[in-house]
């Protein structure tokens, strides 16, 4: 029996289902009225527990955070995708069920997975969130994360905006 009340670990094929209903949880409960309904059900939909054990199946690194037990949230995250920003390692996703946020356990995953990419000499972090998330955007800047860029992308024909978030390394 453990007596932590919070476990950080890497994902596994039997965390898949929970993982698609943190992303179903996480997603409807920060994006409903920021991106279309139907865009979102689609983007929802899509990430059922065959995409998730298909991510693991590919290398995908996905830290998974329980509290008591119970699955509360995830981060994926490998070598930065974001050629423009200098740093090595980047954070593709990081969320919490709706229940979990603002209680710090956002700060822990992302400490945790910063510590990570730190440890595999990736220097230099970057986070990419949508612009319109404005409760993201706040718990990154709390984080320390600067704006570096900002970059778009299409959705359902609208054009969407994406804030870029930075972290410098030990040797920016």
């Known amino acids: 029996m453990t007596t932590d009340l919070i476990d950080l670990r890497a994902a596994r094929t039997a965390d898949c289902e929970a993982l698609a209903g943190i992303h179903n949880q996480a997603w409807l409960g920060a994006y409903r009225g920021v991106l279309p309904g139907v865009d979102l059900q689609k983007m ?31 981060a994926t995250f490998g070598r930065c995708r974001l050629h423009d920003t200098g740093m090595d390692g980047e954070i593709y996703e990081l969320y919490l069920k709706p229940e979990y946020q603002g209680l710090g356990f956002g700060r822990t995953l992302f400490t945790s997975v910063r510590k ?35 970059s778009w992308y299409r959705l359902g024909g609208r054009r969407m905006e994406l804030s870029i978030y930075c972290w410098p390394g030990a040797s920016a």
């Open 116 to 150: 990570t990419l730190a440890s595999r000499n990736l220097n230099g972090l970057a986070v990419q969130v949508l612009s319109d998330n404005e409760p993201a955007r706040n718990f990154y800047r709390a984080l320390g994360g600067r704006l570096k860029a900002k």
């Open 44 to 74: 929802v939909s899509r990430r059922g527990t065959g995409w998730w054990r298909s991510a693991l199946e590919r290398g995908v690194e996905i830290k998974i955070l329980s509290v008591a037990d119970v699955p509360a949230g995830y």
